[in-house]
């Protein structure tokens, strides 16, 4: 079983939507990172937070560290933010266990 | 931002060969360098933690024999998958730690695509 649980795990919108993407972890992180990952394959990292709030752009992400939960949203989405949005928790050696991402489709 | 490259982005190669995969991080230094595979329609998987001068700490379930990595400078790490077979068919990926900031996040390289026949 993931120790990192994403959901959902394919998302469709129309284009300027807003977006949630949520994420549960099962233990004590030293960080929580969000990932970004194009059909390519390449991989962005979007961002790295362990407390509080971040934001880029029409991307936010948030921890709640008592819940081990973070969600990532999208404003104003546009299909170019299609793509397949990974969680990661970062443990003790900066070890990463990525949770199994959500394909987001935008159409227009 | 920072920059990871690998190379070669794909390969296609005979069963038995081996395959060499290079990661540079090419603004940086990097402190230490992640492999991970990834199979299709699967979430990425951590290989090994590679720190430079010493030697790797594979996960549990990589054969290290099978998996050779060298890190041999700041800058470049390579994975070397060696007597390859079909089923080591997969999407390697490479991440740097390290940064033009203070912060330390994990850079992502482009991966590299290898089809062992």
């Known amino acids: ?108 | 931002g920072a920059v990871v490259s690998q190379h070669p982005s794909w390969v296609i190669c005979k069963s038995g060969t081996s395959v060499k995969i290079e990661c540079r991080s090419l603004d940086f230094q990097a402190t230490t360098m992640f492999w991970y595979r990834q199979f299709p329609k699967q979430s990425l998987m951590l290989m090994a933690t590679s720190n430079e001068g010493s030697k790797a700490t594979y996960e549990q379930g990589v054969e290290k024999d099978k998996f050779l990595i060298n890190h041999a400078s700041l800058t470049l790490s390579t994975l070397t998958v060696t007597s390859a077979h079909p089923e080591d068919s997969s999407f390697y990926i490479c991440s740097a730690r390290g940064g033009v900031d203070s912060l330390e996040t994990q850079y992502f390289g482009p991966g590299t695509r290898l089809l062992v026949l």
Not at chain 1, 14 to 41: D, K, M, R
Not at chain 1, 62 to 79: D, F, G, R, V
Request: hydrophobic share 30%.
């Open chain 1, 1 to 108: 079983k993931n120790e990192v649980e994403q959901s959902p795990q394919n998302l469709t919108a129309q284009e300027g939507e807003f977006i949630t993407i949520n994420c549960s972890y099962s233990v004590g992180i030293s960080a929580l990172h969000w990932l970004q990952q194009h059909p390519g394959g390449g991989i962005v990292s979007l961002f790295m937070l362990s407390s509080g709030k971040k934001k880029h752009g029409r991307l936010i992400a948030t921890i709640n560290i008592q819940e081990k939960h973070s969600s990532l949203h999208i404003t104003a989405s546009h299909p170019r933010d299609s793509a397949v949005y990974i969680c990661a928790e970062e443990t003790s050696g900066s070890r990463l266990t990525f949770g199994e991402g959500t394909q987001l489709t935008v159409n227009p």
